[in-house]
């Protein structure tokens, strides 16, 4: 039985993968479907497309079960996505791959409080990006989730300056992906510069960077004096460690023990259900380190071994929250 005083931690970056189901406010192309990511993943927790509702109640119940049985992470924040929008701020579904509505996502979280945060998505180009906000915070939202790459808006775009301030206002986190998209095909790649997150940190948002900055393109790590200089001069900005021990990120890993004074401003995540691989921490740590490692099968557990027995200093996303909201902290 898992000691509950020992789950101190809370993943700020899980996905909550869903089939549309028809009520459920979710969409897939029928690109994305057919892509190789989505058929592996589909394969791997042996989802059945033809059977939506089923597959989607699996998806949860598989992630429920592993999280409750990780010795280390407590809850964890389950992350929705926004689609693409027009000129006019209306949803575009013809561009849009993937959506995970927020409803859905919130109302998840509702079911299992103990387990589980909302971390919903809004794509700042949507007409009613402000009100979003604010009813998303009301209904309990702890942080608003966005990939600029796939979802074909730049952070940087002064128009956003509002949205950010009712970010502020709200005490609602900024998550944005960092680097090269691969997941989903991503438009242009240049927006995700973590240079373009300086607009909503002045706006006095709180800012989390995905992936710690990682490019993503495995041979060299491009934003690493750009993370360095956003920790330096922001007190709000934060950066997680999700997929960073994916082969195209793991050199950014690696980088990161050189820099301890980074480590404060990191927060634990793992991007599930991507897979953690235990290949960083080869030749770096004791055999008996690594042993232990390679026989953690939990995935928010392998996390937390690879990055600490690497040395890499992290927090939980329980420190960002508010007083007010003790219950969520860990």
Known sequence: M????????????VHLAALPDGDNGCYISPKTLR?????FLLWKHNLSPDKPREANHKYLA????????????GKAVLLAMDGVYDHNGRLNQAHTDFLIGNDYVLNTARAHPDLLLAGVSINPQRRDAIDEVHRCAD?????VKVLPNAKQFDPANRRYTAFYRALAERKLPFLSHVGYEFSLMGKDQSVGDPDRLRLALDEGAT??????CSYGLILYEKF????????QRYP????DISALTLPNR???????????ELHERLLFGTDYPLSVFHAAAWGRVTLGTLRRIIKTTNRFDRQVEVCRGLKLGFRSFGDLLPPASTSLRG
């Open 207 to 212: 800012v989390i960077a995905a992936h710690a």
């Open 35 to 39: 892509s190789p990511l989505f058929r």
């Open 224 to 231: 690493l004096p750009t993370l360095r200089d956003l920790v």
């Open 62 to 73: 598989d992630l429920v079960s592993e999280l409750r049985a990780s010795r280390h992470v």
């Open 250 to 260: 793991m050199r950014m890993l690696l980088h990161l023990r050189r820099y301890p």
């Open 236 to 239: 709000r900005f934060h950066a």
């Open 139 to 143: 209904a309990g939202a702890v942080l």
């Open 2 to 13: 898992t000691n509950p005083a020992t789950k101190t931690l809370i993943d700020c970056h």
